[in-house]
């Protein structure tokens, strides 16, 4: 069981580069979330999703896009990266309609440095 | 303004020992509270929570207390064991069902000495 698996680990990117992040869940949870950590801070909500082609933002949702057109993948994409976007990305999922979100199952993490 | 403080960015304790972390928020929505515990190079995993209809609750060695007019919760870790040297993030949602869009805080490093 795997639980929240986050592609790639690390990445490094030029200004202006575009890139996509993917994390897969294989809990059949209904909730995702995709989160930043800056060192020395809390993470902060970017976007989520309460189901299948759903997706809402987060507390700091500008500069990022996010799809999730599978009940198991939620992709975050960085159309034009920039260096304020060096950070820690984590995904998250939670649990079923039935039970309620709840706290959620984080993923590994994945570093992104932009140049 | 942060929503979310924790004072204090590290904390270090004897093995055996009680470990106190601490946690302060604003915002009075804020009615279910959680702590996560995080390893280097891991993600966040849940520790325990509290919701703001009671203002204890236990697991194992770990204790949660919330003092709802002072606005403060602490994490109460008896007895403290050198696996338990993480960051630990106390976080606050408006809700049971937004604990995936809690605020969280800055964390606080927990060095459990031997």
């Known amino acids: 069981n795997a639980g929240v698996t986050q592609t790639p680990k690390f990445r490094v990117l030029k200004t202006g580069q575009s890139m996509t992040l993917l994390c897969a869940q294989d809990?059949?949870?209904?909730?995702m979330y995709w989160y930043r950590q800056d060192p020395g801070m809390g993470l902060r909500l970017i976007h989520y999703s309460v189901g299948e082609g759903t997706t809402a933002k987060g507390e700091v949702p500008d500069g990022y896009n996010v799809s999730r057109l599978k009940k198991q993948n939620f992709l975050l994409g960085l159309e034009s990266a920039a260096p304020s976007q060096t950070s820690v990305y984590f995904c998250?999922?939670?649990?079923?309609?039935?039970?309620?979100?709840?706290?959620?199952?984080f993923g590994s993490g994945t570093q992104l440095s932009v140049l | 303004d942060q929503q979310v403080k924790q004072n204090s960015p590290s904390l270090s304790v004897q093995e055996g020992r009680i470990s106190i972390l601490n946690c302060d928020y604003t915002n009075s929505m804020f009615d279910y509270f959680l702590w996560y515990k995080k390893y280097p190079a891991e993600g966040p995993t849940f520790l325990i929570s509290i919701s703001s209809i009671k203002d204890k609750n236990e697991d194992g060695r770990f204790t949660v207390f919330l003092n709802k007019s002072a606005k403060h919760l602490s994490l109460h870790i008896v007895p403290s064991q050198p696996g338990d040297s993480a960051v630990y993030f106390c976080a606050a949602a408006e809700g049971y069902t937004n604990a995936g869009k809690s605020t969280f805080g800055d964390g606080t490093t927990l060095t459990v000495k031997p």
């Open positions: 998250a999922s939670s649990r079923d309609r039935v039970a309620g979100p709840g706290p959620p199952f």
């Open positions: 809990m059949n949870h209904e909730y």
